[in-house]
């Protein structure tokens, strides 16, 4: 019996992703957390002629309580999205207060669930949810991941595009570093299968990749960013989970992790600037990430160049949230 939980479920990323789970055989029972909303959410997909029980849950009456209890896997898109003209690392001063107290209830009542962490700055919010967990006593590094599925679903759909593929599923194509700006790093070098683009034509891609996220933010015109595709990509990365749980071998994802506590992550970490956080392809099991796969060796001059710029950005991003909880030297 799998119990999946949604902390966020009434936003525009959560209704959609708790939809999907809704529909997924992999799932029993779903519980929907939100401040607002989830109730109605919740009674809404229930009518749903699919397997998986649903339920939703507010603060009020230990509702965090009751959602997270039992839980295997919670997914947390909670918290404020962008508007135009605001970088992910503008949402900190207020998601990172909602991301401690989820993680708190986590470490309280669900310690040993599967944590996926969609809720912006990612580069910061995983650092604080491992913070909060060692706090507690209870972090298993196998099983926190930073969501970074979108930068993947990004680079295959636009990869796709401008090489004139009509289906861009058959492309695997890794995406390294974390999920903001510079920070996230397209190895176009190491695509299966192959792309052979003009040097004017791979900067443009890297670029819009990278910047994936403003497209969606500046269409929406203030109204938020990325909620269908993001739902889409969250959804890709839980059933990845819960097939790997389900006993499915060699499954892997690309997702940010804590490297020291993951194995194969010390050597990606000799190579990544001595960075505890860093996306990179991970193959999952049934008790979280078995190997974090270092493909940094096999990668172009031309990408050691963006690697060396990510870095810097992600240092000070993976500070920012340690600091958050452990305080500031
Ligand atoms: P939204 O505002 O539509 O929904 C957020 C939901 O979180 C709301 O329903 C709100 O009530 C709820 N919430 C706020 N505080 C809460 C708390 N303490 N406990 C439970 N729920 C709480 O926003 P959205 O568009 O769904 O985006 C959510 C987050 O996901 C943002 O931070 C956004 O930047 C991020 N995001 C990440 C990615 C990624 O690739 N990782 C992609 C898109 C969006
Ligand atoms: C994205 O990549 O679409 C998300 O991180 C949301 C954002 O703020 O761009």
């Known amino acids: 019996m799998v119990k999946a939980v949604v902390a966020g479920a009434s936003g525009g990323i959560g209704q959609p992703l708790s939809l999907l789970l809704k529909l997924s055989p992999y799932v029993d029972e779903l519980a929907l957390y939100d401040v607002v909303g989830s109730p109605g959410v919740a009674a809404d997909l229930s009518h749903i002629s699919t397997k998986a029980k649903v339920t939703g849950y507010l ?15 919670i997914v947390i898109p909670a918290g404020i999205p962008r508007k135009p003209g605001m970088t992910r690392d503008d949402l900190f001063n207020i998601n990172a207060g909602i991301i401690r107290d989820l993680i708190t209830g986590v470490a309280l009542y669900a310690p040993s669930a599967f944590v996926l962490v969609i809720s ?12 909060v967990l060692k706090k507690h006593g209870v972090f298993d590094p196998k099983k926190l991941f930073g969501v970074t ?30 999920h903001s700006g510079d ?35 500046q269409a929406k015109e203030g109204k938020g960013s990325a909620t269908l595709s993001m739902a889409h990509a969250g959804f890709r990365f839980v059933e990845s989970i819960l097939k790997a749980v389900a006993g499915e071998p060699g499954i892997v ?38 190997k974090a796969i270092n493909i940094l060796p096999q990668v ?18 993976i500070k920012k949230g340690v600091d958050f909880v452990v305080g500031a030297p």
Request: charged share 20%; no cysteine.
């Open 59 to 73: 603060p009020a009456d230990d509702g965090l309580k009751a959602a997270f209890a039992g839980a295997d896997v």
């Open 120 to 131: 912006n700055p990612v580069n910061s919010t995983v650092p604080i949810a491992a913070e």
């Open 149 to 178: 599925t979108l930068d993947i679903v990004r680079s295959e759909t636009f990869t796709a595009s401008v090489v004139g593929k009509p289906d861009p599923s058959v492309f695997k194509i890794p995406v390294v570093g974390g």
């Open 183 to 217: 920070t996230i790093v397209p190895l176009l070098s190491l695509s299966e299968p192959k792309v052979e683009l003009s040097a004017t034509d791979r900067d443009e891609l890297i670029h819009r990749i990278q910047f994936g996220g403003d497209e969606v933010v």
């Open 253 to 290: 994802e690309n997702t940010f992790v804590y490297l020291p506590g993951v194995p194969g992550g010390d050597a990606v970490k000799s190579i990544a600037a001595g960075l505890d956080y860093f996306s990179v392809p991970v193959e999952l099991g049934p008790s979280g990430a078995v």
């Open 300 to 317: 172009s001059e031309y990408e050691i160049g963006l690697l060396e710029v990510a870095y810097t950005g992600l240092a000070a991003n």
